[in-house]
């Protein structure tokens, strides 16, 4: 059985520096100076030693886009960015909505091996909206799919989300929602403010995402389905979640937010770069700062990346042609670190929460999110929290290079990451 010896974490950031022992797959011991002997030593100097990290919503583009990105460069971007898990949305060419494609991503994520790769199926046949996909197929297909969504499209017809979440609740399913009514954002480019009219941009206005989020909230009473909310990005939506998890009656909703709406405006349109386009899009001040507090207070469950490569034609390019959309998996982690954690609003065991704990249960996946303890599965990330670095767009290990942090300097450097006690990411290299 192969051992892995970090030497000096503080799991969680918490107390003087330990050891830790990793035998196979699992964590072995736990302890000051540990006398053993090990097939690799990682000398962490104190390092943050935390779950590793679950993303609830990546776009890997296989099949279809591999110029944008395949399964095996984006686990790569997942590892690196301390993940060891994450859900590839259904909005790929063909549409993963039956067996075939979802089994194929599933093993396409086996065989690379870096970051465990759960397949999202889509709700609708084609993401068309007009008629379920075989949800309970997909489910019972290898690929055991528990997350259902149309990202990219809102399931924007009342009656289709209701019998989503009641067909997926027979199997305890999730239906994870990108909140959008279509007829409110016809032609949309940017957020409907101030900016947008000065730029002459056509608007995509905050109710046409609270709308959606207050119906399927509703919904989900109503029926006893799990909604997930795909990225929040107004302060409107965070106000109807908190009012709706503090009913009685609220059963299961849970809500994501992108670390781009947690750190940038619609004061980034001013260039037109369409790096800076995304849907939903960039949004105010006191949406970013209204998101911040309601990730801190548990309004809104988790972090999730929305990690979203083009290909360079689909963004280089004049605003209105580019496609929506940012990378996400590398930048994570020194986002929420600086808006997060610099700011006060969570310690190192929140960030636990939002990037492992919530999406792991969210997800249903039992083997991720777990504690640092002895005995548990050694699916980890190593942090340095000191260190900042400078993000390079072009150096990502994704095939898009539409980061809109290109040159910014970020903290919370990913030393480590480890799935099943393996190593798939260290100082910054792959691990295959
Ligand atoms: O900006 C976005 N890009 N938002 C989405 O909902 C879809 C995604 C994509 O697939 O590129």
């Known amino acids: 059985m192969s051992r892995l010896l970090l030497k000096d974490v ?4 918490e107390g003087e520096p330990v050891d830790v022992l990793v035998e196979g797959e699992v964590i072995a011991e736990i302890g000051a100076n540990l006398e053993v002997d090990a097939d690799e030593i990682v000398q962490a100097g104190g390092a943050v030693l935390l779950p590793g990290f679950v993303d609830l919503h990546t776009h890997l583009r296989e099949p279809g886009r591999e110029d944008a990105e395949t399964v095996e460069t984006g686990s790569s971007a997942a ?24 089994e194929h991503v599933w093993r396409r994520g086996r065989e690379v091996g870096l970051v465990d790769v759960h397949p999202v199926g889509a709700v609708t046949v084609g993401l068309k909206g007009e008629k379920l996909a075989e949800l309970g197929t997909m489910r019972r297909s290898a690929a055991e799919v528990r997350v259902f969504s149309d990202d990219g499209h809102c399931v924007h017809d009342p009656l289709i989300m209701r019998r989503a979440l009641e067909y997926t609740k027979s199997f305890g399913g999730v239906v994870a929602q990108h ?58 939506t965070a106000d109807i979640l908190r ?56 309004t809104v469950d988790c972090v999730a990346t929305d990690h979203a490569p083009h290909a360079a034609q689909d963004k280089d390019c004049e605003w209105s042609a580019a496609k929506p959309g940012m990378l996400g998996l590398q930048t994570a982690l020194g986002i929420v670190v600086q808006t997060m954690v610099r700011s006060g609003l969570l310690d190192w065991r929140g960030v636990a929460r939002v990037m492992s704990e919530r999406p792991a249960e969210i997800g249903g ?16 990330v190593l942090v340095d929290p000191e260190t900042e670095w400078t993000v390079r ?34 100082e910054g290299k792959v691990r295959r």
């Open 243 to 298: 009012w709706w998890k503090s009913r009685e009656t609220a059963g299961q909703v849970s809500a994501e937010v992108t670390p781009h709406h947690l750190l940038l405006t619609d004061d980034r349109l001013e260039t037109y770069d369409p790096v800076n386009k995304v849907n939903p899009p960039l949004r105010t001040d006191a949406d970013v700062l209204a998101l911040r507090q309601a990730l801190a207070d548990g």
């Open 393 to 426: 767009g072009a150096e990502l290990a994704s095939l898009g290079e539409n980061s809109p942090f290109d040159g910014m300097q970020l903290p919370g450097r990913v030393v480590a990451t480890m799935l099943r006690g393996r190593l798939t990411a260290h």
């Open 179 to 236: 909140a959008e009514e279509p007829r409110l954002t016809v032609g949309a480019q940017a957020h409907e403010g101030a900016n947008a009219a000065r730029l002459g941009l056509a608007g995509w206005p905050a109710p046409a995402e609270e709308a959606i989020v207050a119906r399927d909230c509703l919904l989900a009473g109503h029926t006893g389905g799990t909604l997930h909310v795909c990225h929040v990005s107004t302060s409107g």
């Open 365 to 380: 996946l039992a083997d991720q999110g777990r504690p640092v303890a002895v005995g548990e599965p050694a699916n980890l």
């Open 79 to 102: 590892a690196l960015g301390g993940y060891t898990a994450v859900f590839a949305m259904a909005n790929t060419d063909p549409v993963a909505d039956n067996a075939v494609i979802v």
């Open 10 to 13: 503080r799991p969680y950031g």
